[in-house]
């Protein structure tokens, strides 16, 4: 089956025509999957005149900015309508260089779920100034020590899974609509026994067009790492006096 791509998109039209060109000229027939969220500049519309040209091209079309998280679980939903296996996530800006798509792949030889990751032997940051490498660097160890994750990049967005992988997890649950999804969907990899593998990236700065986090979306990700926390320590609780979960 073929793999799919997915990529969410707010005010990317600088990026998206020559990145979804450059991940069909991979020699992996993929089909790409884009969710925009009605972007102003016009990126939906640039989709979909791709989507007309190539027929591995999907648009998804919501009708308003609704967040990274739900865009990834619509780009899912629609992927596993297309029969497509394995599933990639990544950003549109060529912070994610998709050149590490077949890497990925590859890792789902040995691995349930693989992550393009900065914090692995041979993985970094390129063009970044020091203060977000400090701040992304930290956000990362916050949620990895605190949810005990194994993985070392816990908030990157590159990311390839096994359809099991996420069939396994209620997607209509997951509490996060935004960055932090991909901490809780990483905890819920973990929680549920996956085998997690990192493959190192070198992460560059957005080509073009700019960033979409926002102050509010820092908060919300600390609001879920220690909610995420609190439900660890109560199971943990809960097994410890032996009660059912
Ligand atoms: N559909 C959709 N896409 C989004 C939303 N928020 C962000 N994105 C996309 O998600 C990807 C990551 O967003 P970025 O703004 O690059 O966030 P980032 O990579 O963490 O931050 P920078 O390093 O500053 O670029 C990009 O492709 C965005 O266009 C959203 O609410 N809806
Ligand atoms: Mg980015």
Avoid at 4 to 18: F, G, K, L, M, Q
Avoid at 90 to 114: K, Q, T, W
């Amino acid at each position: 089956m073929p793999p799919a791509v997915i990529i969410p998109t707010y005010n990317e039209s600088d990026n998206i025509e020559r990145l979804v060109g450059e991940i069909l000229a991979l020699p992996i027939d993929a089909h790409v999957i884009v969710v925009d969220d009605n972007s102003p500049d016009g990126t939906g519309k640039l989709v979909d005149d791709l989507a007309a040209r190539d027929t591995r091209v999907h648009a998804v079309h919501r009708p308003a900015k609704v967040g990274l998280g739900t865009a990834h679980i619509a780009g899912m939903r629609r992927a596993f309508e297309l029969n497509c296996d394995p599933i990639v996530t990544m950003d549109a800006d060529f912070s994610h260089n998709p050149r590490y798509i077949p890497v990925l792949l590859a890792g789902l030889e040995n691995f349930d779920v693989v992550i393009g990751s900065r914090y692995v032997r041979g993985g970094g940051m390129e063009g970044r100034d020091t203060r977000l490498r400090v701040v992304s660097w930290g956000a990362n160890l916050f949620a990895h020590t605190m949810l005990n994750l194994k993985a070392h990049d816990c908030t990157a967005g590159f990311r390839a899974y096994r359809p099991p992988v996420l069939e396994s997890i209620d997607l209509d649950r997951i509490f996060s609509n935004g960055y932090s999804f991909l901490i809780e969907m990483l905890f819920l990899c973990q929680a549920r026994g996956w085998r997690v593998g990192e493959a190192p990236i070198i992460y560059e700065d957005r080509r073009a067009g700019t960033s979409k986090i926002s102050r509010a979306e820092i908060y919300k990700a600390t609001y879920t790492v220690l909610r995420l926390t609190y439900r660890r320590m109560r199971r943990a609780k809960d097994a410890l006096l032996g009660h059912p979960p």
